[in-house]
T-cell receptor, first 110, second 115 residues
């Protein structure tokens, strides 16, 4: 059983559509990160959220941390083919160790 | 750029042979980690280090050992490789030097196949 449950596991959409990826847990995290990974490369950090209810925007990407710090969402507006990749959420519980969700594979078709 | 390098990038080995993967960083980061990535499981922590000669186990440490004799190098050893250890292995460092995690920087990974 994953400590962090991501949904959906796979998403295939047309260019210009909006989408939301969810990351849920029954555990409380001191911080939560979102990463994007391309084939053959390591994950790259997109954002870190640390405060319950926090919202961060990165161009067309909006990240939200739940009020209870147990869940998070990633919303992409007007998706583009360059957004294609594997999106991973990761939560910090004790010190520096992160636990990762299984990931959401996003494919944006032109 | 945190300057983190993994070697080799690809390796094929036979069951029962020892294998060592290397992670090298250039910026004196204290915390280093080894993860494996498998479909449907995301990234799972194997071992981590919080300083020279200071290491601890992660959630999937069976069959793996690590060593850190210098700040810049963190080695992962499979003492006797098994097919279940076929995976992509990532090394990571913590951004910043504090104890609270604000995210990792990952290497490019090592794809290991055990035949």
């Amino acid at each position: 059983t994953q400590l962090l449950e991501q949904s959906p596991q796979f998403l295939s959409i047309q260019e210009g559509e909006n989408l939301t990826v969810y990351c849920n847990s029954s555990s409380v995290f001191s911080s939560l990160q979102w990463y994007r990974q391309e084939p053959g490369e390591g994950p790259v950090l997109l954002v870190t959220v640390v405060t319950g209810g926090e919202v961060k925007k990165l161009k067309r990407l909006t990240f939200q941390f739940g009020d209870a710090r147990k869940d998070s969402s990633l919303h992409i507006t007007a998706a583009q083919p360059g957004d294609t990749g594997l999106y991973l959420c990761a939560g910090a519980r004790y010190g520096n160790k992160l636990v990762f969700g299984a990931g959401t594979i996003l494919r944006v078709k032109s | 750029d945190a300057g983190i390098t993994q070697s080799p990038r690809h390796k094929v080995t036979e069951t029962g042979t020892p294998v060592t993967l290397r992670c090298h960083q250039t910026e004196n980061h204290r915390y280093m980690y080894w993860y494996r990535q498998d479909p449907g499981h995301g990234l799972r922590l194997i071992h981590y280090s919080y300083g020279v000669k200071d290491t601890d186990k992660g959630e999937v440490s069976d069959g793996y050992s690590v060593s850190r004799s210098k700040t810049e190098d963190f080695l992962l050893t499979l003492e006797s490789a098994t097919s279940s250890q076929t995976s992509v292995y990532f090394c990571a460092i913590t951004l910043g030097q504090g104890a609270r995690s604000y995210g990792y920087t990952f290497g490019s990974g090592t794809r290991l196949t055990v035949v």
